[in-house]
């Protein structure tokens, strides 16, 4: 089966579910305007973490890797009025178009973009639970680069409470994941993701394969367990 049929039960998914509105198609038009690269999550992509996010109840979720906000947008919609999204992006380019994209969705009281390497704003997310200024978050969405996912994962589980989803997107891409002598520091950062799922004692995890519209990939939930 080609990936151009991928693509149309993708649009033909897209149409039966999903209603076009102007905060996800300005935040797209305004990426690419701006030239962002066209790698956000699909519709139905954002929309399954919508659902995740709002069958869980969270009210406090935090983002990896911004972009322009499209998945952001779609997360956003999972909150209470009283919640809150942090959301992390190392580009400022990024970030500028982020933040008019959810100005413009509404969504100012809300969210935050903080512009930093992820390492860097994860401790001090991690500085600020332990202080009491936040609470853990209820949802994670790991969406940057891929070579730190590992490390992504594991901050993740320490800034998560009890109950809460980390879900890690691009998990697959292209099957290259089962390349074990890989040299694409992607492939080995994802592999080391998965050393992470299987002995962090403090989760349990699944995984998917995916095609669509942004060709075949995957991605991974992760529960975190009841201390
Ligand atoms: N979640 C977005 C897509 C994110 S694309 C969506 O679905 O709409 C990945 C983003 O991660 C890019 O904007 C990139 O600039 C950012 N990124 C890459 N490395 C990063 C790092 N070390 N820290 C924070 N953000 C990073
Ligand atoms: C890329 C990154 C993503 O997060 C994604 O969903 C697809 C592609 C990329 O860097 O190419
Ligand atoms: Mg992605």
Do not use: C
Not at 100 to 123: F, Q
């Amino acid at each position: 089966m080609s990936s151009s049929r991928w693509a149309a039960v993708d649009a033909y998914l897209e149409g039966a579910l999903i209603t076009p509105d102007e905060a996800l198609t300005g935040a797209l038009r305004r990426a690419d305007a701006a030239g962002l690269p066209p790698i956000q999550v699909s519709p139905s992509q954002g929309k399954l973490l919508q659902i995740l996010a709002q069958a869980i109840g969270a009210r406090s979720i935090l983002e990896i890797g911004t972009l322009g906000a499209y998945s952001t947008i779609w997360l956003a919609r999972a909150l209470p009025a009283n919640g809150s999204l942090v959301t992390i992006e190392a580009e400022p380019k990024h970030a500028d178009v982020a933040l008019a994209s959810i100005a413009a969705a509404n969504y100012s009281d809300r969210v935050e973009v903080r512009v930093g390497r992820a390492l860097d704003v994860l401790p001090v997310l991690a500085d600020e639970i332990r202080s009491g200024s936040r609470g853990p978050f209820d949802f994670v969405f790991i969406d940057a680069d891929k070579i730190n996912n590992r490390a992504y994962f594991d901050w993740s589980v320490r800034l998560a409470r009890p109950g809460a989803l980390i879900i890690t997107d691009n998990v697959v891409r292209d099957g290259h994941v089962v390349d074990a002598d890989s040299t694409d520091p992607s492939v080995i950062g994802t592999r080391a993701l998965f050393d992470g799922f299987r002995t962090e004692a403090r989760t349990v995890t699944s995984a998917l394969q995916t095609v669509g519209n942004k060709g075949y990939d995957g991605f991974a939930i992760s529960l975190v367990l009841p201390a």
